[in-house]
Structures are given as C-alpha cells and as structure tokens.
C-alpha cells in the first residue's frame, strides 16, 4: 500500500512565523502535491512537484513555497503565517505518465492565532 | 468556467436507497477521471478510478460519459456508512495537475 505521510495531524503557530509542513512518501512517486482544503471551497492546490528540485505553482501559490531536494521529501513552507492560511494541509503523490490516482496523507490542520 | 463541477447537495437519503451523483468537466481532452470519499475531518480516498466502458465494484458504479462531458457514480442499497462527500476528480491530457471538485455531500438516514 502507498504510504503518504504528513509531520503533523494538527498544528498551533502564531501570525508571522516560518511554518514548515513535512510529507514523505515511500512508493517512488515522481508527483508530489500540496493542497489547502476549506469548508465550500473544496481542494485547491498550492504547489506541486513532478521530480526532485522541480516545482510548479498551483491555483493558490501566494504566501507559500516548497522544497523537495529528495525524491520522497515534498516540503511546504508558510514564509510568514497569517491568519487566512488556517486551513486543513494536504500532502498527495502519485506516479508519472500513467493512469494512476492520487493517494493522501492524513493531512494538517493548521491553525494560525 | 471551473474545471470540474458537482451539485453539493446535501442528498439526504434513507437506507436502501439507490442514489445518484453526476459531475461535469470542462476539457474535453481529459484522459483519467476518478471518484474519492472523503469522510468528515479525513483525508480523501480512493473509491473508484472510472473506466470509458464504464465499471461497477460491488454496490458502486461509475460511468463516463464523453460526448457529453460527465461521469457519474450510483450507490445502491445504500448503508448508513455510505455518509460521506463524495469527490470528483479529473486528469487532463496534459500535464500532471488533477483538477477536484468541491464534493457531493451525502447522508444516509436509518
């Protein structure tokens, strides 16, 4: 089974520090996904990654940026939190050039004070 | 126009029922289309991918429907398990980006 997992199941910072949110997946998956999900807005998507230090921006990207220096790493950073980013995080991956599903991890709830 | 679009519901249904959920998009070019299930305050998952001749698994059936742009899921005798959002979600032909829709809510009601 595809293993996606995410540092931290639920989140406390305060407005204007650097938040990192951690994923790792253990399948090999060439794509790597950071979502942001709100109540009426659905799943949008931050950032995405089809290979190691290869990133490309989503719908949402502002406020945000990622890292993967490893193939298995795909990293969120907030670069200063505000209250707006309060959301539920969502890390996904999923193999290149097929017909092949996202899996998920458990997600963040992140909450910014 | 949004890539992909569901009704929200809520569909409120009681057990037993067969119950219905249709989902558009917008690029005809797609090649991948997948249902997920998401419960409250969870991840979404996986339910079914869906294939162009159509595929069933168990009490679930999903269709696509390519000239007119849609997919569809069908729940029958539906369990009170079954409560959950349901999420459509398509793959274009281009690039690796999944497009989501906001979900269908439903409840099934003893």
């Known amino acids: 089974d595809v293993k996606v997992t995410q540092s931290s199941r639920y989140l406390v910072k305060r407005t204007g520090e650097k938040v990192f949110l951690e994923c790792v997946q253990d399948m090999d998956h060439e794509n790597m996904f950071w979502y942001r999900q709100d109540p009426g807005l659905g799943l949008r998507l931050i950032y995405f990654s089809y290979d190691v230090k290869m990133k490309e921006k989503g719908d949402i990207p502002e406020g945000y940026s990622v890292s993967r220096e490893k193939k298995e790493r795909f990293s969120l950073i907030l670069e200063s939190a505000s209250t707006n980013q309060t959301s539920m995080y969502l890390c996904?991956?999923?193999?290149?050039?097929?017909?092949?599903?996202?899996?998920f991890g458990d997600g963040t709830r992140l909450s910014i004070l | 126009r949004k890539e992909v679009e569901q009704d929200p519901g809520p569909f409120n249904v009681p057990e037993g029922a067969t119950v219905a959920f249709n989902c558009t998009y917008s690029?005809?070019?797609?090649?991948?289309f997948f249902w997920y299930r998401q419960d409250c305050r969870k991840e979404p998952k996986l339910l079914m991918s869906v294939y162009s001749s159509g595929n069933e698994d168990g009490r679930f059936t999903a269709q696509l429907n390519r000239a007119s742009q849609y997919i569809s899921l069908l729940i029958r005798d539906s369990k009170l398990s079954d409560s959950a959002t349901y999420l459509c979600?398509?793959?274009?032909?281009?690039?690796?980006?999944?497009?989501f829709g906001t979900g269908t809510s439903l409840t099934v009601i003893p």
């Open positions: 690029n005809s070019a797609s090649q991948s």
């Open positions: 979600v398509v793959l274009p032909n281009t690039g690796n980006q999944f497009y």
């Open positions: 996904a991956s999923s193999l290149r050039g097929e017909v092949e599903p996202q899996h």
